[in-house]
């Protein structure tokens, strides 16, 4: 009888600390980050690098583009460190620095990017809707987009909250190393620092955004022409048009901009989705923490995409008025 209590006990040990992800999938995971990332980094780098080229970072439009492609930069370099974390194994002090220092460098530059997104979606809602160019604030867009960032991304620190988090390293919302039992405190944090403020401006940009299109199609239709104090800044010049002509042309001048939070958010559902996914359930889907991975290691390639279409169409029409 005590034989088989033993047995019992045993067995309940085992599957307490059988790890719901493996290291072979762990890698797998790994994978579909890292080499995403390398790749949006690559891209990015080359659109950067196009931009300072052409002499484009002078204007005011290109260099709101080109913050964007350049917080995807720093995105991807810092995902890609992940691929550090191949083999993971806890008892080498290698890997359990390395988890940190990766996981404080994705929480911080996805808050970048975050608060760089929303920066640009209020300046081109005050720019579209109001006729206020606020180029003005410009440092302080920059700023905020740091400092905001790095002080959300210090908070796990204060309590050794980042770590392993099932397939990546990141705040913890998993007890252990093999996400057998969520954290309440880490979901709880994980959402308070980004995904609660990622949801909150995810709806207020498809509003800003659906009231955006609405203004600039009714200025390219209306036949009365926008008249303003400051027709000699660079921007409102494309806002203050005469003719229908005209118009039309601000409006396609100005809708690229809207690529980029369009591009920032449609990727994102897939990983709130997750995450939701994991609030409601006890286990993971892999699949779907791999897609999380990789459609949020991709940003920078549609973010660098974006940006090289837009100089190109740009470059193209110019070209044909001469």
Known sequence: HEVRMELHADAAYDASNKCNVSLERQNDILYSMGVPSIASALCCGAAVAMVLALGLQRHFIYRLASYQVLASLFGSFSMSLVLMLLGYDSALLYYRVACKATAFLAVFSLLVKLL????????????????????????????????????????????????????????????????????????????AIYYGPVTFFLLLNMAAIAVMIAVMLWRARSRVAVRTAAAADEQKKLLVAESRDQKVEALKQLLPLLAYPIIYFTLLLFALTNRIYMVASDSKEEWLVMVHGATQASMGMFSALALVVHICVIKKKKKKKK
């Open 116 to 191: 760089f997104t929303v920066w640009l979606t209020f300046h081109l809602f005050a720019y579209v809707v109001f006729l206020k160019n606020l180029k003005r604030l410009e440092w302080l867009y920059i700023s905020c987009s740091i400092a905001v960032p790095l002080l959300g991304a210090c908070v796990p620190l204060t309590h050794d909250g980042y770590g392993v988090s099932g397939g990546w390293c990141s705040i913890r919302t998993w007890k252990g190393e093999c996400a057998n039992e969520k954290s309440v405190e880490g979901i709880v944090e994980v959402f």
